[in-house]
């Protein structure tokens, strides 16, 4: 055989073992995160006993806030005077009591047969606006929320207690390093981009959700953390 035609050859299949080999490879930024985590230095829980409303409010050192509502996935009972029982429905047999007027949340643990445990006193701050109000709002010193890309799932945790999972917040994967997230009370008005290479939060006016656009205001939340795990 003509050696050129068998140096052709050989050329050939090396360009199409590198172009595989290039490629054919997934780097790393281009794989789905298996889960994004958002750490907030702060954020409440805002709680409307005559309503039986609670709400999340995930803070940073920003005006804006992350909202989540809490909606069906919690119970909220008066117990007795100035005292109200909070449950996610996902605790099972386990509840917050709050005493608003001690400023104290404990957490209640009793099993099907009735039999209480030992109270839990949390270290959560009690906060009351109005003396005359009802409401009232409780600290938690970290909040995350937790995305599954491939699942479509986000979770929000108040000190590692499961707090709601956001379904009044929108997502949306944007591109292999960008994804968009929206709280139904902030739709048009503003939403936050992940920014998954710079490991950034970053909220965002000016833009269309879900769509790269280049009348966005960005403002990075730098006191918020990004961690990402492929």
């Known amino acids: 055989m003509n050696k050129g035609i068998v140096f052709l050859i050989l050329f050939c299949l090396f360009l199409t073992l590198t172009g595989f080999f290039i490629f054919g490879q997934n780097p790393t930024q281009e794989k789905e995160p298996k889960q994004i985590k958002i750490i907030f230095s702060k954020g409440s829980l805002r709680c409307d006993p005559s309503r039986g409303s609670v709400a ?14 809490g909606g069906d996935e919690w119970e909220v009972q008066f117990f007795s005077a100035g005292v109200y029982r909070l449950r996610q429905t996902s605790w099972g047999n386990s509840s917050w009591e709050v005493d608003v007027m001690r400023r104290q949340v404990q957490k209640i643990s009793e099993s099907t047969s009735l039999t209480r445990y030992d109270n ?4 959560f701050e009690v906060v009351v606006p109005k ?6 709002a409780i600290n938690f010193k970290k909040m995350e929320l937790r995305f599954e890309p491939a699942k479509n799932q986000m979770k929000l945790f108040g000190d590692n ?12 994967k944007v591109n292999p390093q960008l994804y968009h997230i929206e709280s ?12 998954l290479p710079a490991k950034q939060l970053i909220y965002t006016t000016g833009g269309m959700f879900c769509e790269v656009s280049e009348k966005e205001s960005d403002v990075v ?5 990004v961690e990402v795990k492929y």
């Open 131 to 136: 003396p005359e109000e009802t409401g009232f």
């Open 161 to 172: 207690f499961l707090l709601s999972n956001c379904r009044d917040v929108d997502r949306c």
């Open 120 to 123: 839990q006193i949390l270290g």
């Open 56 to 69: 999340f409010y995930a803070a940073s050192a920003y005006p804006e806030q992350f909202y989540a509502g």
């Open 184 to 195: 139904f009370n902030l739709r048009g008005i503003g939403f936050w981009k992940i920014d």
């Open 221 to 225: 939340w730098s006191d918020v953390k």
